[in-house]
């Protein structure tokens, strides 16, 4: 069973920089035609989807967000990280890792990390 899993610093003051990595066993994210994704819960927009790397390394990002937005990966340690520059309470969420094949949807999810910024 693919299984993802968020780790990193949950508690932020606004100006600092998020950091998680997601932990991917039972599967590779080198595996052909798949989506490293990173998306958070976004008051009165639902789901919101922040970026994205795929197999071969090429990045894809929600233009709203990608000024301060970078997905990177260590295919040593079968993991994908997250930066998000400039944080403000408003970033202040649930933020997931998740797996989409060829496009056609997530079908596996990070159990989700919360993320609090306050002064």
């Known amino acids: 069973q693919v299984q993802l899993q968020e780790s990193g610093t949950g508690l932020l003051k606004p100006s600092q920089t998020l950091f998680l990595t997601c932990t991917v066993s039972g599967d590779s994210i080198t595996r052909i035609t798949s989506y490293w994704t990173w998306i958070r819960q976004s008051p009165g927009k639902g789901l919101e989807w922040m970026g994205a790397m795929d197999e071969d390394g090429n990045l894809f990002y929600n233009p709203s967000l990608k000024s301060r937005t970078a997905v990177s990966r260590d295919t040593a340690k079968n993991q994908f990280s997250l930066q998000f520059a400039s944080v403000t309470p408003e970033d202040t969420t649930t933020y997931y890792c998740?797996?989409?094949?060829?496009?056609?949807?997530?079908?596996?999810w990070g159990k989700g990390i919360r993320v609090t910024v306050s002064s």
């Open positions: 998740a797996r989409d094949l060829g496009g056609g949807g997530v079908d596996y």
